[in-house]
């Protein structure tokens, strides 16, 4: 359940399809990336991302300090995660080429953990091929959430926080009043996730698959 170097990488609506049944250590990457990767996957195979950043807005985790101190991975990493928004790195990147090999070299991530407890945000700023309004990305993102993502995005047009995403079971859900394009292919979509319960109903969902898949 995090990167791991020589395992492949799968995720959930994703790439299960390149999954052969030899394959019994794997892994799903972390909860960011089950939240970026439908998202963008689903933008891209509609208006083909040019390139793009993602950011993770994250909760503080259990391994973050209280007050300022010393940490072994970074200055930042030791500050107080109550009182700061600390900018981290994020293996998020490399996962995204790994399970988006179409994406490699197009697409990078950036994380940032802020003084709450629960509920995520992931903000995927892109340049496009193809031009898009935020009426044909939200058709697209619908198309998708009862097709192909049926259960992994979910789309809202209500005014939510994060706070109503504690406990969400989708890897994403794609805030169409929040997202934005300038011009025709410039855009910055907002997606709603929980870093953990939703990366937890992924990661059950995998071990079903890899299941179903080791009994056929």
């Known amino acids: 359940t995090v990167p791991c170097e020589g395992a492949p990488t799968f995720i959930v609506g994703v790439n299960l399809d390149d999954y052969e049944t030899c394959k ?26 040019v390139e ?62 802020v003084p709450l407890a629960s509920g995520s945000l992931i903000d995927l700023t892109c340049r496009l091929k193809k031009e898009a309004s935020l009426d044909e990305i939200k058709c697209a993102m ?20 994060s706070s109503d995403f504690i406990g969400s079971h989708y890897s994403c859900v794609y805030d169409s009043r929040a997202s934005m394009v300038l011009g025709k292919k410039f855009v910055k979509l907002f997606a709603w996730y929980d870093s953990e319960y939703g990366y937890a109903c992924r990661v059950i969902d995998l071990i079903k698959f890899m299941h179903a898949e080791q009994k056929s």
């Not at 799903?28 to 208006?47: M, Q, R």
């Not at 009182?83 to 994380?111: D, F, M, Y």
């Open 24 to 49: 019994n250590v794997v892994s799903t990457s972390s909860g960011s990336t089950n939240a970026i990767a439908p998202l963008a996957k689903v933008l891209h195979e509609n208006f083909e991302i």
């Open 52 to 113: 793009g950043i993602a950011t993770a807005i994250q909760p503080v985790k259990s391994s973050q300090r209280t007050i300022d101190g010393s940490s072994k991975k970074s200055w930042r990493e030791g500050r107080g995660a109550l009182q700061n928004i600390i900018p981290r790195p994020t293996n998020a990147a490399k996962a995204l080429g790994q399970v988006l090999p179409e994406l490699e070299g197009k697409l990078t991530a950036a994380s940032v953990r």
């Open 142 to 161: 619908c198309e998708a959430m009862d097709g192909s993502m049926i259960g992994i995005i979910d789309v809202t047009n209500e005014k939510v926080v």
